[in-house]
């Protein structure tokens, strides 16, 4: 019997950041996949980021993960969403050459030392009480760890839904896991069934673009990746285009052929990414919703209709897609369809990800009720870390809410659970100023370094931007006299003209005018970088509210440090209600600040239990 130190079931984006982890923190490694022309497949939409998904993937890379640097590699298009509000919402969208970005992350995993990637079926589990865990196959091969990272996405028990047709099969026709389930359930975990879906493909050569509105990419704007160096490169356009009043009519006309109103789909679709016949009949008033047509890759003619998700038979399908404007000859090459799939209730798992009732078990991804190449990568980075600093006997990461996206996504499903696919959005983030995309990395790289995944490489670009930041602040201090030049400055932004001289600082904290503009006149910033310039640029304008935020944060902390006694009993002490004793004592919180957001636990409950734990603690 093969062993290693751990093994990571499925080669996701939980899957492959869950083993590049374990792996570059020195242990021996097998990643298991039930396809190798899966790893890191972009089964859905062609993309990386998105609103609040953005700040995940720069998390992902503060830490030393290594989606940032993927797609960066092979992004066909770059654009910054919501640039036109302000910095707390904006995050970077890249369309990806969907082939590339399997190829180059394979490439990266097969290159990197310590770890081992085969191709096989995980089909059930056996924990030993020495703490040896065995991962046996399909094929009758078993392989003995001491830890397991479970990052099967949307394969467990999965079948594919169009119409009245089904076939038990994962994402794009790849095959799935019929047994795990079972082995899951025998461990003790619940498990829930969930839905998603996604778009037919069309042939590019099919489509009228001159009908359509064209999106372009953007040039002068920061990457994924802080260690990406030099401006992205944009090779590809994406088009607008809407459904109208006919799309609608056929859609309601053919609704008692929807698997999702007809009752064959049991599993409980994302409410946040719903199917178009879904919209239609929830947002009845809406003449028109938009669709994004996106280049697959730059190989290929398919192209994906982003907004266009749906299950419904192939001829309904066939006749909803040409009632589009620009598509009404468009050719299919890809059918449309939805996926059941099992996945677990993720309050089962501790913050750090980690199964309660055994250790060494590990979750990330989809498994656990997410939605989201992003919100797994971001999952699954950190079971990584965890089961690599479990298997060093060394303290788990736990990253908390005024930490970063990620942890803000972690605490929202082993706190409150899901009862739907999560997605994580910039209005779940109550420190979202703060946790922006631009400061992921002052917010994170040191962490990533303690756990011993940022390189030297890596923490010298760090240690060098913390250095220009430096240098950038002594430049606002520079003062200036109000001279004609200064004047007409002024007066061409709308703002009104100081009556005495100014800093650089001064005006920049006026609303019209940025560090772009002050430099264009007076070049200051010109040996900086644009992402130097941009994140002070930011640090200056909302300095009064960044300020704000941090009080907030320090009072969040407070709460976050009294930490729980794992053996404290709930339902020993007089004083706390029946139902949130059940609800403390089933999610376990490791600490107060936890505690409070469990739902059903009230603000006196938890004004009780911080008198109990303090009385606790003092007797023992």
């Known amino acids: 019997m093969e062993k290693f130190d751990a093994i990571v079931i499925g080669a996701g984006h939980a899957g492959c950041e869950a083993a590049l982890a374990l792996a570059r923190m020195g242990n021996k490694t097998l990643l298991l996949t039930l396809s190798l022309d899966a790893v890191a497949f972009l089964a859905c939409n062609p993309s990386i980021g998105g609103t609040a998904k953005g700040q995940l993937v720069a998390e992902v890379d503060a830490l030393g993960g290594e989606m940032g640097i993927n797609i960066d590699k092979t992004l066909i298009q770059l654009r910054m969403l919501n640039s036109g509000k302000g910095p707390a919402v904006q995050s970077l969208r890249a369309q990806a050459d969907k082939h590339k970005y399997h190829s180059e992350m394979k490439n990266t995993i097969e290159n990197t030392p310590n770890l081992f990637l085969r191709q096989g079926e995980a089909v059930d589990i056996v924990c030993n009480e020495d703490g040896n865990k065995i991962v046996k196959t399909a094929v009758g091969m078993d392989y003995q760890c001491k830890a397991i990272v479970f990052a099967t996405g949307v394969y467990l028990k999965s079948r594919i839904i169009i119409g009245d047709y089904t076939k038990d099969v994962g994402p794009n026709g790849f095959m799935n896991a019929q047994k795990l389930s079972a082995s899951l359930e025998k461990l003790g975990l619940k498990l829930l069934r969930f839905k998603t879906g996604t778009p037919a493909r069309i042939n590019s050569r099919s489509i009228d673009y001159s009908k359509l509105e064209i999106q372009y990419g953007e040039s002068d704007i920061q990457n994924f990746s802080f260690m990406t160096k030099g401006k992205p490169k944009n090779k590809a356009v994406c088009y607008l285009t809407y ?90 090459m890809r059918d449309s369809y939805a996926i059941e799939y099992d996945c677990i209730e993720p309050t089962q798992l501790l913050p750090t990800l980690e199964y309660k009732k055994i250790k060494g078990l590990f979750f990330a991804g989809q498994i656990n009720g997410t939605s989201g190449y992003e919100e797994a ?244």
């Open 243 to 332: 459904t109208n009043e006919g799309t609608h009519d056929i859609i309601r006309n053919n609704i008692d052929k929807a698997p999702v109103f007809s009752g064959m789909i049991k599993g409980i679709g994302p409410r946040y990414c719903p199917s178009i016949e879904t919209k239609i009949i929830r947002f009845a008033d809406k003449e028109r919703h938009q669709l994004f047509l996106e280049p697959e890759a730059l190989g290929t003619n398919e192209v994906y209709i982003q907004g266009f998700s749906t299950s419904m038979p192939v001829e309904v399908q066939q006749d909803m897609i040409h009632s589009v404007c620009g598509l009404e000859n468009a050719e299919i």
């Open 377 to 620: 990568a971001g999952q699954g980075l950190i079971a990584g870390i965890n089961a690599g600093l479990y298997l060093q006997n060394k303290e788990q990461l736990v990253l908390k809410r005024s930490d970063g996206y990620i942890g803000v996504l972690i605490d929202d499903i082993v706190t409150k659970g899901t009862n739907e696919p999560y997605r994580m959005m910039t209005s779940r983030a109550e420190y979202r100023l703060y946790l922006r995309q631009d400061n992921a990395d002052l917010r994170l790289t040191e962490i990533g370094r303690k756990v011993g995944l940022v390189d030297d490489k890596r923490y010298r670009v760090f240690k060098n931007k913390n250095k220009k930041l430096a240098e950038i602040f002594e430049v606002l201090k520079t003062r200036y006299k109000i001279d004609e030049t200064i004047k007409n400055f002024y007066i061409e932004n709308g703002e009104s003209i100081p009556k005495e001289s100014v800093t650089i600082k001064d005006m920049l904290k006026r609303s019209n005018i940025n560090a772009f503009k002050v430099n264009e006149l007076l070049h200051v910033f010109d040996k900086f970088s644009y992402e130097i310039i941009n994140e002070m640029n930011i640090m200056v304008k909302y300095e009064g509210y960044l300020k704000q935020q941090q009080e907030e944060i320090d009072k969040f902390y407070r709460n976050e440090k009294i930490n729980i006694p794992d053996d404290f009993d709930y339902f020993k002490y007089h004083g706390l209600r029946l139902e949130a004793a059940e609800k403390l004592a089933e999610i376990k919180p490791l600490n107060i600040g936890q505690a409070s957001r469990i739902s059903g636990v009230s603000p006196a409950d938890i004004a009780v239990l911080t008198v109990l734990v303090k009385k606790y603690k003092e007797e023992r």
